[in-house]
């Protein structure tokens, strides 16, 4: 079901910078121009995107905080049942 959605995402986004191109274009810009900026405007969206998404792959953003606090308490309630 994702890969479905992800699979009609990609005609849909170009769709939508279709039809940004177009309503650029009504506004008087050249088509060319108008197709230039709906793709300058996709390039700096996924650019940010990208950023955003290696900023959350960084090594300490995936540890499992929760767990290592967990098993630390889990831990010291040991030593305290063992003394």
């Given at each position: 079901?994702?890969?479905?959605?992800?699979?009609?995402?990609i005609p849909a986004l170009v769709l939508f910078l279709i039809a940004l191109a177009a309503w650029l274009t009504s506004l008087g810009l050249s088509p060319l121009t108008a197709?230039?900026?709906s793709g300058c405007v996709a390039l700096?969206?996924?650019g940010v995107m990208a950023f955003v998404g290696?900023?959350?792959?960084?090594?300490?953003?995936?540890a499992p905080r929760e767990t290592i606090r967990e098993v630390?308490?889990?831990?010291?309630a040991a030593k305290e049942m063992a003394s």
């Open positions: 079901m994702l890969f479905g959605a992800m699979l009609l995402l197709h230039f900026l700096v969206v996924s290696l900023a959350r792959l960084k090594p300490s953003s995936l630390k308490r889990d831990i010291a």
